[in-house]
C-alpha cells in the first residue's frame, strides 16, 4: 500500500508552476564587442583565403616555369646533309654543329624527294628543329631551316662561303658557351623577315641552363640584311686593355644567305613567299653560256665581215705593172 503522504507530495510536484530559466540580457558593450570579433574573425577568413588562392596561383605559375623550361632546355636542332656534299660546305656544317651546343647530327639523306622523312628523324631523335644541306650537282648549296612537324621552313642559297679552317681569325669562343644574336634594324621592316628573324632566333639561341651549355656569353651570331640577302658573322666578345669598352673580334664561319621561298609546314606545304629578286644558279649559268655563245657568234660575225671587206679591197695586177721587169 502507498502511503497517501507520498501521493500528495506527487500531485504537489506536478501542479506546481515550472520555473523559467533566466535569461540574462547583454549590455551594448558585449554586443559591440561580440560584433567587432566576429568581423575579425570573417576579415581574418577571407585573408587566409586570399592567400591560400595566391599561393595556388604561385605554385601553379611555378609549374607552368618549369614545364616551360624544361620543354625550351630539351630545344634540339636536327644537323643533316644530302648525298654529294662538297669538302666545303661539310666543314661548314661541322663549325655550325661546334658553335650551337643543342644540335645533333644526323645521317646523309638518300632521296631529295623524301625530305618530309625529316619530320618523322626528328620526332625519333626528340628535336624540334632541322637544318639541311642540300647540295646539288657538287656546287649549289640550299639551306633548310624548319621548325618541325608544323612548319613554317625557309629555303636559302648560300654563297661566299668561308670555314673557320679557312679564315684563320684571331677570335675565340669556348665551346658551348651561349651566343648573343644580334639583328640589323631591317628584319623589322617586312613581314617575311620577322618571320625569318623569329625562326634564327629559335634555332641559334642556347637554351638557358642546357646539359651541353655553359652558364656565360663570349660571343655575338650578327645576322645583317642587305641587297638582298642575308649576312651571317660571328664575334668574340674580348675586354681591351686600359679601356672599358667591350672589344668585337671576328672568329668564323662566313656566309651568305639568299633567301628563296618559305613553306607553311615542315620540308614543305604551301608557299608563303616567294622572292621576285631571287634567280636560281641553274639560270644564272645558263645566262652565262648564253652570254659566252653570243661572244662567240658575235666574233665569228665579225671574221666573216672582215674577209668579206679584205676581198672587196683586193686589187688585181695589171699588165702595165709587169713591162718593165723584163
Known amino acids: ?8 507530495e506527487k ?3 506536478r ?17 559591440i564587442e561580440q560584433e567587432g570579433s566576429e568581423e575579425e574573425e570573417e576579415i581574418v577568413e577571407e585573408e587566409s583565403e586570399e592567400e591560400e588562392e595566391e599561393v595556388e596561383e604561385e605554385n601553379k605559375n611555378i ?21 654529294g656534299i662538297g669538302s666545303k660546305y661539310r666543314h661548314l656544317m661541322a663549325d655550325l654543329i661546334s658553335l650551337i651546343p643543342h644540335s645533333k647530327k644526323e645521317d646523309k639523306i ?13 620526332e625519333m631523335k626528340s628535336c624540334n628543329y632541322a637544318i639541311l644541306f642540300d647540295v646539288r650537282k657538287g656546287t649549289d648549296c640550299f639551306l633548310w631551316m624548319a621548325k618541325t612537324p608544323l612548319g613554317p621552313t625557309v629555303k636559302f642559297h648560300i654563297t661566299n662561303v668561308h ?5 684563320q681569325m684571331t677570335g ?19 613581314v617575311h623577315l620577322q618571320l625569318i628573324k623569329e625562326l634564327i632566333t629559335q634555332i641559334y639561341s642556347t637554351p638557358k641552363g642546357h646539359v651541353k651549355s655553359k652558364p656565360f656569353f663570349d660571343h655575338v651570331f650578327s645576322f645583317f640584311y642587305q641587297d638582298g640577302r642575308i649576312w651571317f658573322r660571328n664575334y668574340q666578345i674580348s675586354d681591351q686593355e686600359f679601356k672599358k669598352d667591350s672589344l668585337l673580334t671576328e672568329i668564323g664561319p662566313r656566309m651568305i644567305m639568299h633567301i628563296d621561298k618559305i613553306f607553311s609546314d615542315g620540308f614543305g606545304g604551301s608557299v608563303l613567299y616567294s622572292n621576285p629578286n631571287y634567280v636560281s644558279p641553274n639560270n644564272t649559268r645558263s645566262d652565262h653560256k648564253l652570254s659566252k655563245a653570243n661572244k662567240y657568234i658575235k ?28
Open 15 to 31: 501542479t506546481e508552476p515550472v520555473a523559467e530559466p533566466v535569461v540574462e540580457e547583454e549590455s551594448d558593450e558585449e554586443i
Open 163 to 167: 670555314t673557320l679552317d679557312e679564315l
Open 172 to 190: 675565340n669562343c669556348l665551346k658551348g658557351s651561349r651566343p648573343f644574336l644580334h639583328f640589323d634594324k631591317s628584319f623589322d621592316s617586312e
Open 299 to 326: 666574233r665569228k660575225y665579225q671574221k666573216g665581215k672582215a674577209e668579206e671587206r679584205q676581198k672587196i679591197s683586193f686589187i688585181e695586177p695589171s699588165e702595165v705593172d709587169t713591162v718593165f721587169d723584163n
Open 1 to 8: 500500500m502507498v502511503k497517501p503522504s507520498k501521493i500528495l
Open 11 to 13: 500531485i504537489k510536484k
Open 110 to 122: 638518300d632521296d631529295r624527294k623524301t625530305l618530309s622523312l625529316i619530320n618523322e628523324t626528328c
Open 63 to 83: 609549374e607552368e616555369n618549369k614545364k616551360d623550361q624544361s620543354i625550351y632546355t630539351k630545344k634540339r636542332v636536327l644537323f643533316t646533309s644530302t648525298r
